[in-house]
């Protein structure tokens, strides 16, 4: 009888011991599928107009932000630009077509400003409103429901040289520019985004420097934040009144940050870090007013608010898009304002093409962090992965890729399996394209791009999402 029980025991081990390397990964016998997600969860790839479009200078489009950056030496690493990017405008119905054989029924796109409307307001170019309009009939024939973003970045230049996002007539603007697109296209499209990632491009672009405009200046970052912030509130306004029910939304970046160590003093640098990365922008579109207390230096963009404002920073989204690629883990730095930086990720951690840390358990934190907010639906706007692919007998394995979609889509299946309202999945991103100041150089698609010829490979990752969502 005790061996009896010693065999079993021993058994119970060996079944243990064979899934561990599979535990470890987050990965389990009992594979995601598309099922478990419900039949109502949205998924689909994102996309971004000056990554892919190309066709920079041509039937009457104006200069953007980007365009002007990306020509300047120095800005962009591999020297290249996103004056071709991956050709989306000429090849937009061969490239839907792939889509729909992939099984996806969502496509993430957005307008550029510049191509509608060259100077930002006044006089709007009609070849850049037809090549949108085929753009969504294209969509729709094909079953793809569109998802527009309405400022993916790409400012038209006329504008930044009047001060850009750091100008206060940015609001007047914006709204034009709002205003312009629902009423030309709401007809046809339900589901709509405001901003995407105004941390990125109001930090990265008006505090770093490092991205367009290239410029730098804790009062042109503060001032860039908050006309953000009140764009982010009157685009939801705007949209509610004129698309008859619209789905609308608004997109952020965010990293579940955790300290380092556990000392106070790497807490509190965890918790500043967030205020930055995870809460700025929607704690007041919440009404919840600046994150003031963990980062005092916040109160100096008391300076750029106007009697009212704080009424107006307010909107009751629909969604909330999370963009999620890895988690921060913190510690207090001689960083000013912050004080707070980055911990490289430990010897041996498995990392991305752009250096970052592949931490499935990080998207569902912050997936959590966000449901506590009285928010009515969570979509993940954006996941991905850039790995060094390479293309070999005219396929493309990228093994590291599709386990890197299993084990985060695992996370936020945990997180909706725990009663978080998450709806739906967009993959970042579709075909390799213009990855911003990093060039050409990462892949992030789930199709591969020749961009020497333009053509189009579908890559291991691809063929397993077709399989997942059929």
């Not at 630009?81 to 969502?106: V, W």
């Not at 953000?228 to 619209?246: D, K, T, Y």
């Not at 404002?309 to 883990?329: A, P």
């Not at 093409?353 to 993940?380: R, T």
Request: glycine letters at 8%.
């Amino acid at each position: 009888m005790v061996r009896l029980e010693f065999l079993k025991q021993l058994a119970v081990l060996s079944a243990i011991l064979k899934v561990a390397p599979a535990l470890a990964k987050g990965i389990t016998d009992t594979d995601i599928s598309r099922k478990v997600f419900g039949d109502d969860f949205f998924w689909g790839v994102a996309t971004s107009a000056y990554q892919i479009e190309g066709a920079w200078n041509i039937d009457g489009k104006g200069e953007s932000v980007w365009d002007r950056f990306s020509s300047k030496p120095g800005h962009i690493k591999d020297k290249s630009n996103g004056n071709e990017a991956i050709n989306f405008y000429h090849s937009y119905e061969a490239d839907l077509e792939l889509l729909k054989s992939l099984n996806f029924k969502n496509f993430r796109f957005s307008f550029s400003w510049a191509r509608l409307i060259p100077d930002g307001t006044g006089s709007v170019n009609e070849k850049g409103v037809d090549f949108y309009n085929r753009l969504i009939d294209k969509c729709l024939k094909l079953g793809i429901e569109p998802w527009a973003m309405l400022y993916h970045w790409d400012l038209p230049q006329v504008l930044e040289d009047r001060g850009g996002w750091a100008n206060r007539d940015i609001l007047g603007w914006f709204s034009e520019f709002t205003e312009f697109c629902t009423r030309r296209y709401g007809d046809r499209v339900k589901h709509w985004m405001v901003l995407n990632e105004p941390a990125g491009f109001t930090t990265l672009g008006y505090l770093s420097g490092i991205h367009a405009p290239n410029r730098t200046g804790i009062g042109k970052f503060l001032a860039s934040v908050h006309h953000a912030c009140l764009c982010q509130a009157e685009g939801g306004r705007i949209i509610r009144r004129n698309v008859n029910q619209g789905h609308i939304g608004t997109t952020f970046s965010c990293s579940h940050t955790e300290p380092y160590k556990l000392k106070d003093s790497h807490q509190r640098a965890a918790q500043r870090l967030d205020v930055v990365l995870n809460r700025l922008f929607i704690e007041p579109s919440l009404g919840m007013g600046y994150p003031y207390a963990e980062l005092p230096f916040l109160r100096k963009i008391e300076k750029y608010i106007d009697p009212g404002d704080q009424e107006k920073l307010k909107f009751d989204f629909d969604f909330i898009g999370l963009q999620n690629y890895f988690r921060v883990v913190t510690k207090p730095s001689l960083i000013p304002f912050i004080w707070a930086n980055r911990v490289k990720p430990e010897d041996g951690a498995e990392l991305t093409e752009m250096g970052w840390e592949v931490a499935p358990e990080g998207i569902y934190h912050i997936i959590k962090q966000f449901s506590k907010y009285p928010v009515k639906e969570i979509i993940v706007t954006e996941n991905g992965a850039a790995f060094p692919d390479q293309l070999i007998n005219g396929r493309i394995h990228d093994p590291q890729r599709i386990e890197f979609y299993k084990r985060y889509l695992q996370k936020i299946l945990k997180a909706k399996n725990e009663g978080v309202n998450v709806s739906g999945y967009f993959a970042w991103t579709f075909i390799d394209n213009f990855e911003w100041a990093e060039g050409y150089r990462p892949r992030f698609g789930i199709v591969y791009n020749n961009f020497s010829t333009q053509e189009r490979i579908i890559k291991d990752s691809g063929y397993w999402f077709r399989d997942f969502l059929k």
